[in-house]
C-alpha cells in the first residue's frame, strides 16, 4: 500500500472527520465565548467593583517613553482569559451532561414481563376452556 492511499484511508475515516469538524465549532464557539466574556461580562464587573477595565489592568515593570517597549505583568488579560476558560468549561460540562442524559434514558428499555409461572399457565387454559363452553 502507498503513502498516499493509506494516508487518504486515514484521513477520510470517521473519526478524524469528526475531529476536524470538532475543531472548527470549537474554535468559532472559543470567540463567541471570548467575545461573550470581554463585551458583555466583564464591562458590566468591572463597573460593579469601581469602573476597572479589567482589560487595562497591568502592573508597570519597566516604564519607557516608546510605548511598545513597556515590560508590563498584563494580569488583566489573564483575568479575562480566565473568565473565558470557566464560561467555556462550563458550557461543554452542561452539553455533556445533555447528551450523557439523553444516553441513559435511550440506554433504558422497559425490562420485559416476568415469564407467567406453571400455575398461571394452567389457570389461563382453565379460563380458555370454560370460556369456549358457553
Known amino acids: 500500500m502507498s503513502f498516499s492511499s493509506e494516508f487518504k484511508a486515514f484521513a477520510m475515516r470517521g473519526n478524524v472527520v469528526d475531529l476536524a469538524v470538532g475543531v472548527v ?44 517597549k513597556v515590560v508590563a505583568l498584563r494580569y488583566g488579560a489573564f483575568l479575562q482569559t480566565v473568565f473565558d476558560f470557566m464560561i467555556i468549561a462550563l458550557a461543554i460540562f452542561i452539553v455533556v451532561k445533555l447528551i450523557n442524559s439523553m444516553r441513559a434514558k435511550e440506554a433504558e428499555v422497559p425490562a420485559a414481563p416476568p415469564a407467567p409461572t406453571t400455575q398461571e399457565k394452567l389457570l389461563e387454559e382453565i379460563r380458555d376452556l370454560l370460556a369456549t363452553r358457553r
Do not use: E, R, Y
Open 25 to 68: 465549532i470549537g474554535a468559532a464557539f472559543g470567540k463567541i465565548v471570548s467575545s461573550f466574556v470581554a463585551d458583555i461580562v466583564m464591562p458590566p464587573l468591572g463597573l460593579a467593583i469601581g469602573g476597572i477595565d479589567f482589560s487595562k489592568l497591568a502592573v508597570i515593570l519597566q516604564d519607557n517613553a516608546d510605548p511598545t
